[in-house]
Structure formats: structure tokens, C-alpha cells
């Protein structure tokens, strides 16, 4: 099981980027993926997830509005799509899996992070 995040980078406020999460060793089908981030100094924040069918996505009220979570099976990856950026969403973000259906946590299977940070 193996997971790999990708698509940060520094961006103003009120800006956007679009985040990846490739799958690999299993099958997106069959299971949630979670993204979380962590901020220096903070503790871990779950963000988005999104269930196997793609039918179920929760966010966090940080992120609601402005974030959104999908899936393209046939590419085996997770998107986080971000817009109206603040400065504090500026973490480290990653995504991960338990191998379940559903959005649990907590999650086992986490994968390399990538940055994503918010300045003028």
C-alpha cells in the first residue's frame, strides 16, 4: 500500500491549487481516502475525505466552501481541490487510507506529504 501526494507549492491569497494523491498497491474502488494536514506547532487536522463509491464526502468547517474531494478511479488518484486559499492553510498536507469503505479514523496507510504554503 502506498500513497504519494503531490501538486503544493506557495501561493497568495485567495489563490488556488489542486493536490494528487496516487494510489498505489490497491485499488482506489474499494476504499476511502482521507487528507489531513499539519501546520508547525500544530496538531494533525483531518481535512476531506471521500468514501470508495465517491457518494460520500465530509470536510472539515475549516475547508467547507472552499475545498473539494474527488476520485478518478481509472487513474487510481484522490484530488484536493483548494480555492480562496488563507494563510492559514499553510501545512503540510498528506493523504491516507484505512482500507475501509468508509471515512474512519484513525487511518493506518499514510503517505509522503507535500507542502502547501499561503503568503503574499
Known amino acids: 500500500v502506498q500513497l504519494q501526494a503531490s501538486g503544493g507549492g506557495l501561493v497568495q491569497p485567495g489563490g488556488s491549487l489542486r493536490l494528487s494523491c496516487a494510489a498505489s498497491?490497491?485499488?482506489?474502488?474499494?476504499?476511502?481516502i482521507g487528507w489531513f494536514r499539519q501546520a508547525p506547532g500544530k496538531e494533525r487536522e483531518g481535512v476531506a475525505c471521500?468514501?470508495?463509491?465517491?457518494?460520500?464526502?465530509v470536510y472539515a468547517d475549516s475547508v467547507k466552501g472552499r475545498f473539494t474531494i474527488s476520485k478518478d478511479n481509472g487513474k487510481n488518484t484522490v484530488y484536493l481541490q483548494m480555492n480562496s486559499l488563507k494563510s492559514a492553510d499553510t501545512a503540510v498536507y498528506h493523504c491516507?487510507?484505512?482500507?475501509?469503505?468508509?471515512?474512519?479514523?484513525?487511518?493506518?496507510?499514510w503517505g509522503k506529504g507535500t507542502q502547501v504554503t499561503v503568503s503574499s
Open positions: 491516507a487510507t484505512d482500507l475501509k469503505s468508509r471515512c474512519i479514523t484513525p487511518m493506518r496507510y
Open positions: 498497491g490497491f485499488t482506489l474502488d474499494y476504499y476511502a
Open positions: 471521500i468514501s470508495s463509491s465517491g457518494g460520500i464526502t
